[in-house]
């Protein structure tokens, strides 16, 4: 199913001039407020920021820039009908511009989220948020393809996924986090470390995860079957 | 091909299809329509259905609360609203910053991109003053997508009869705090969008600068506070637009309180920075436009 020339192209879509370094920013900018913070007060102080603002902000910010680049441009100008066009199963250019993305999202989100909380001292918890961060930045990179192949606007639709749904709404009702990609992760992380909280039950959080990663990026093979170009509105 | 007006040599007036002699406006009605041309497109007004939703979501569900608060204070008669008019706007601040993100590439990127500029920049208007209008633009949009709730809330509290004296001096301030903020806000998401023209990374490049860093800072503030570090924490807040609105309001007792009281001679500085701030991002736009004008 997978076709490394697609997989390659998107690829340096990905690291094509200052897309690579915005997406550079966030890793950069995380490891070194979680340094400086452990440097000037100390680890535990410091720990607050991985998952309040690593976790929960960097990963899916990450994820929606990395899928918006294998996917967007090319809808957004349109050459997306000239890959369209050729004899590749439309599922294998899904999943092909999907594992780049997910390359990406796991190599400036999940990768520098590890590093972050191992600077602030713990390492069973620091695993256990790397795991967390690695499954919710696989589900999120799906659901991010998933939302990109049905709307021009997918990064503001994946936007208010991420900061209305799950963090305005999720902090006020706690049964969002049945329904919280981020939340998953988390419950899956609390079986290794039980600093992490303890929001759903595991069973669901794993299947949830599954679930949603392989419909998204089904999904978004079906929406590439039978895509329409649009002029913009 | 007449040549109807030798005073500006180089502006395409006369098509050479039909001679016209009547009055032409000058350079400020041309501001002026730009203007409201611009306001309305920001809340998709003048455009096709689709681009109307993502607006007026965020307008609805930003007044939502408000409605709320107001249901609450009839109700159950309180003597005071339960959060101040200028903390109100500091609680939403995620879908403040959302609308700005998101609407800032309607005004500043779609022309750069399509290269419609040009056909702008043949008409008797600056390059210079086509940025500052379409900022003045989405200045105003902001300001008005945070005073509609503001306004509900004052309207609420009037009918139940709160103070009025009191309500009024706290409402005068927030908008004045709000007009500040949509200015910062426009500024930086209007230059963002204007420098990267695909619609998604003006969007998530704006999106870092508004929420991200505004996070990040807070997480700092809160961090010095706790650590005893009161100076820091207080200097950290210089570095977002969210901290440097909710520390003035601070300051000018809008109903707003930091972890740390920011006072002594850090209002002044606070204002400064904002004040810079503001023409800097004007600086830069207006740069932008000269350069694309030029080309």
């Known amino acids: ?233 | 091909m007449p040549v109807s007006d030798l005073s500006r040599p180089g502006v395409i007036h006369d098509l050479g299809y039909r001679h016209f002699d009547g009055v032409r406006e000058g350079t400020g009605t041309i501001a002026r329509t730009l203007f409201v041309t611009g306001l309305r497109h920001v809340f998709g007004l003048g455009r096709s259905g689709k681009s109307k939703i993502m607006p007026f979501v965020l307008l609805a569900m930003s007044v939502l609360p408000a409605l709320i608060v107001v249901g609450v204070v009839v109700l159950t008669g309180l003597d005071s609203l339960p959060v101040s008019y200028a903390d109100y706007t500091n609680q939403t601040q995620l879908l403040v910053s959302l609308f700005a993100a998101s609407q800032a590439p309607v005004l500043f990127s779609r022309d750069l991109r399509h290269r419609s500029i040009v056909l702008y920049l043949a008409r008797p208007l600056p390059g210079a003053v086509f940025a500052l209008v379409r900022w003045v633009s989405l200045t105003v949009a902001l300001w008005l997508f945070m005073a509609v709730p503001t306004i509900l809330l004052f309207a609420g509290a009037m009918l139940s009869g709160l103070d009025k004296s009191d309500q009024v001096t706290a409402v005068l301030k927030a908008v004045v705090l709000q007009a500040l903020l949509a200015m910062m806000l426009a500024g930086i998401a209007g230059l963002i969008s204007s420098v990267s023209l695909r619609r998604g990374f003006a969007v998530v490049g704006s999106v870092m600068a508004l929420i991200v860093l505004a996070g990040v800072v807070t997480a700092v503030q809160a961090i010095s506070a706790d650590q005893d570090a009161d100076s820091v924490s207080v200097a950290a807040g210089l570095f977002s637009p969210w901290t440097l609105y909710s520390g003035i309001a601070d300051a000018w007792d809008a109903g707003i309180d930091e972890l740390v009281p920011v006072d002594g001679a850090w209002p002044l500085a606070y204002v400064l920075v904002a004040l810079l701030l503001v023409a800097g991002c004007l600086l830069g736009l207006v740069a932008r436009f000269r350069k694309v004008g030029s080309r």
């Not at chain 1, 899916?60 to 349109?78: H, K, N, Q, R, Y």
């Not at chain 1, 050729?86 to 390359?103: C, D, F, H, N």
């Not at chain 1, 606007?153 to 749904?165: D, E, N, P, Q, T």
């Open chain 1, 1 to 233: 199913m997978m076709n490394t020339t697609i997989a390659k192209l998107a690829l340096q879509a990905l690291l094509g001039r200052r897309r690579f370094y915005l997406l550079l920013a966030f890793p950069v900018l995380l490891i070194g407020l979680v340094g400086l913070v452990t440097a000037l007060a100390d680890g535990d102080a410091a720990w607050e920021i991985v998952p309040g603002l690593g976790y929960t902000l960097v990963l899916p910010l990450v994820a929606i820039l990395s899928t918006s680049s294998v996917l967007g441009p090319e809808v957004d100008d349109g050459s997306i009908v000239y890959l369209l066009s050729k004899p590749v199963s439309r599922y294998g250019i899904a999943i092909s511009k999907w594992v780049v993305a997910l390359g990406a999202t796991l190599a400036a989100g999940s990768l520098p989220i590890l590093v972050a909380a191992l600077i602030t001292g713990d390492s069973t918890r620091a695993l256990a948020l790397f795991v967390g961060a690695a499954v919710a930045g696989t589900t999120y990179s799906a659901l991010f393809l998933a939302i990109s192949a049905v709307t021009r606007h997918a990064v503001i639709a994946s936007l208010m996924f991420v900061l209305i749904w799950e963090s305005l709404l999720g902090n006020l009702f706690s049964g969002i986090a049945w329904l919280s990609i981020s939340q998953w992760g988390i419950r899956i992380g609390h079986e290794i470390s039980d600093q992490l909280p303890d929001p759903a039950n595991l069973g669901w959080a794993i299947g949830a995860s599954l679930v949603v990663t392989a419909v998204g990026v089904w999904f978004a093979g079906d929406r590439l079957r039978s895509f329409s170009l649009r002029g913009e509105d």
